[in-house]
């Protein structure tokens, strides 16, 4: 992607997310062209989240059907008090 020095001044911070995501950024100024490159090697956007622990009971089965039938109920009632203020 090619654009004037006044695009990528409105655009600085898509243009630089652009960048980090691995595609070519380009902008012209006074007739030269100039390349946006970020540091390092490439890093994608999810790479840079930090993740959660998360515990769950080793013996937890989500196909179990009395977990699906008391999961169930619990969405029955909460949409039961969502229709009931309408």
């Given at each position: 992607m090619e654009?004037?020095?006044t695009q990528f001044r409105r655009e600085i911070f898509s243009l630089a997310n652009q960048a980090l995501d691995g595609?070519?950024?380009?902008f012209t100024h006074k007739g030269r062209r100039l390349k946006?490159?970020?540091e390092g090697?490439?890093?994608s956007r999810l790479s840079r989240i930090t993740p959660?622990?998360?515990m769950v009971d080793p013996n937890f089965e989500m196909n179990n059907p009395a977990f699906k039938a008391?999961?169930?109920a619990g969405m029955e009632?909460?949409?039961?008090?969502?229709?009931?203020?309408?």
């Open positions: 654009v004037p020095i595609h070519e950024v380009w946006i490159v970020p090697k490439t890093v959660m622990e998360i008391e999961w169930l009632t909460e949409w039961e008090k969502d229709w009931a203020g309408l």
